[in-house]
Nanobody, 124 residues
Framework: QVQLVESGGGLVQAGGSLRLSCAAS????????MGWFRQAPGKEREFVAA????????YYVDSVKGRFTISRDNAKNRVYLQMNSLKPEDTAVYYC?????????????????WGQGTQVTVSS
C-alpha cells in the first residue's frame, strides 16, 4: 500500500496563492493517476483535480478551473496542486489520493489510497 503525505497548507488572504505537495512512497507512483480532493466543515469530500500517470491529461472541478493547476514529477514521486486567486470558499482540508486505475477519475470511490490531509484556510 502506498503512503501519501501532503504538505503546503496554511492560512492565506483571499486572492493569494498556495502550492500543495503530496509525497508518495513506493516504486509504482508513475503507474497511477493521482487526484486532489477537499472537505470543508460539515460538507462531503469533493473532487478537486486529477492527473493521469504521465501528466499529459488533467481534470478539474468547474469551481477551480483557471485558478488551480495539478502537476506531477514522477522522478520525485510527487504530485502538486498550485492554487491561485484563492477564495474563502476554497477553505477545506485538502487530500491527495491515488486512483485505483479503473472506474471514474472524478469519483471518490475509485481512489484507494489517501493522505492525512492538509488544512487550507482562506480569509476574506
Amino acid at each position: 500500500q502506498v503512503q501519501l503525505v501532503e504538505s503546503g497548507g496554511g492560512l492565506v488572504q483571499a486572492g493569494g496563492s498556495l502550492r500543495l505537495s503530496c509525497a508518495a512512497s513506493g516504486r509504482t507512483f508513475s503507474s497511477y493517476a493521482m487526484g486532489w480532493f477537499r472537505q470543508a466543515p460539515g460538507k462531503e469530500r469533493e473532487f478537486v483535480a486529477a492527473i493521469n500517470w504521465s501528466g499529459g491529461h488533467t481534470y478539474y472541478v468547474d469551481s477551480v478551473k483557471g485558478r488551480f493547476t495539478i502537476s506531477r514529477d514522477n522522478a520525485k514521486n510527487r504530485v502538486y496542486l498550485q492554487m491561485n486567486s484563492l477564495k474563502p470558499e476554497d477553505t477545506a482540508v485538502y487530500y491527495c489520493a491515488r486512483w485505483r486505475n479503473s472506474g471514474n477519475l472524478y469519483s471518490i470511490d475509485d481512489f484507494d489510497s489517501w493522505g492525512q490531509g492538509t488544512q487550507v484556510t482562506v480569509s476574506s
